[in-house]
């Protein structure tokens, strides 16, 4: 009976050990048959230019202010100029078949954090976190709102090719259980009349449009991508997306992005950000 028990430990140790080595790779089929759905189309992505990707030499590490460390900067490509105004990203209607997923979400965003404690003797949880304000009157949040010493706004441009925003890769001292404040301008080419926010997250994730509260992610809201979908009528021109992210555990990220009321997307105008 003992070795019966042994035998089922090892094989267990084994499966687990080979789910934590997939884990990412089966997050990013799951993620692709999803957005596959949501859209009506098949989206595949370049192996090529996957290989590519993976041959690119190691970035650069990057100080990063409160970080108390190295930004590891595994998903993310960090600015090394001082954020002066959330980055902008210009979004046009494109009913092409995209060969990288990351080409239908918003990916440069100005990062704030990293918050760790709650009010005292509260223990966090991820949740309590996208309750409690950090910053005070936090949906009028800006890169010209006076911060808490040590902390400053961080530019950085999500690069995992199924489109998630990392703010954790960008502080390697913080282990599990934090939050971040995510900022971004986007600037649409023409009005969408009921049009839809796609949302999507790891944890906890709300979102501000224009200084107002769209969306809360709730314990029964999917943790994935495109858990949410907002309806809106856009407007031509710039608008401010704030994003609120934490975390319990390993990594947070989140996903942005827009499709018009026919579900085409509403995706990044490749090179011409401003």
């Given at each position: 009976?003992?070795?019966?028990?042994?035998?089922?430990?090892?094989?267990?140790?084994?499966?687990?050990?080979?789910?934590?080595?997939?884990?990412?790779?089966?997050?990013?089929?799951?993620?692709?048959?999803?957005?596959?759905?949501?859209?009506?189309?098949?989206?595949?992505?370049?192996?090529?230019?996957?290989?590519?990707?993976?041959?690119?030499?190691?970035?650069?590490?990057?100080?990063?202010?409160?970080?108390?460390?190295?930004?590891?900067?595994?998903?993310?490509?960090?600015?090394?100029?001082?954020?002066?105004a959330?980055?902008?990203?210009?979004?046009?209607?494109?009913?092409?078949?995209?060969?990288?997923?990351?080409?239908?979400?918003?990916?440069?965003?100005?990062?704030?954090?990293?918050?760790?404690?709650?009010?005292?003797?509260?223990?966090?949880?991820?949740?309590?976190?996208?309750?409690?304000?950090?910053?005070?009157?936090?949906?009028?949040?800006?890169?010209?709102?006076?911060?808490?010493?040590?902390?400053?706004?961080?530019?950085?441009?999500?690069?995992?090719?199924?489109?998630?925003?990392?703010?954790?890769?960008?502080?390697?001292?913080?282990?599990?259980?934090?939050?971040?404040?995510?900022?971004?301008?986007?600037?649409?080419?023409?009005?969408?009349?009921?049009?839809?926010?796609?949302?999507?997250?790891?944890?906890?994730?709300?979102?501000?449009?224009?200084?107002?509260?769209?969306?809360?992610?709730?314990?029964?809201?999917?943790?994935?991508?495109?858990?949410a979908?907002?309806?809106?009528?856009?407007?031509?021109?710039?608008?401010?997306?704030?994003?609120?992210?934490?975390?319990?555990?390993w990594?947070?990220?989140?996903?942005?992005?827009?499709?018009?009321?026919?579900?085409?997307?509403?995706?990044?105008?490749?090179?011409?950000?401003?």
């Open positions: 009976m003992k070795k019966i028990y042994i035998s089922f430990l090892i094989v267990f140790v084994v499966l687990a050990a080979i789910f934590t080595i997939c884990k990412n790779l089966t997050s990013g089929i799951i993620n692709t048959a999803l957005i596959a759905v949501g859209e009506g189309s098949n989206i595949q992505i370049d192996k090529g230019a996957l290989e590519a990707e993976k041959k690119k030499k190691k970035r650069a590490q990057t100080k990063i202010a409160g970080a108390g460390g190295m930004a590891a900067a595994a998903l993310m490509r960090v600015s090394k100029e001082k954020t002066v959330p980055p902008v990203t210009k979004l046009a209607k494109n009913a092409e078949k995209q060969k990288f997923k990351k080409n239908l979400f918003v990916l440069d965003w100005a990062i704030l954090g990293p918050f760790t404690k709650l009010n005292e003797g509260e223990a966090f949880t991820s949740l309590k976190a996208l309750s409690y304000e950090f910053i005070k009157d936090e949906a009028k949040l800006s890169i010209s709102t006076p911060l808490p010493e040590g902390l400053a706004w961080q530019t950085a441009t999500g690069i995992s090719l199924d489109g998630k925003v990392t703010p954790s890769d960008l502080f390697t001292k913080v282990k599990g259980k934090a939050a971040f404040y995510a900022i971004a301008e986007v600037e649409f080419d023409q009005d969408y009349p009921d049009a839809t926010l796609w949302i999507g997250g790891r944890d906890d994730v709300k979102v501000w449009y224009d200084g107002k509260e769209i969306f809360a992610f709730n314990p029964k809201t999917p943790r994935r991508v495109d858990a979908q907002i309806k809106m009528n856009l407007t031509k021109g710039k608008h401010t997306i704030l994003v609120k992210n934490s975390f319990n555990s990594q947070s990220y989140f996903y942005i992005r827009f499709t018009d009321s026919g579900k085409v997307p509403v995706i990044p105008v490749q090179g011409k950000k401003s």
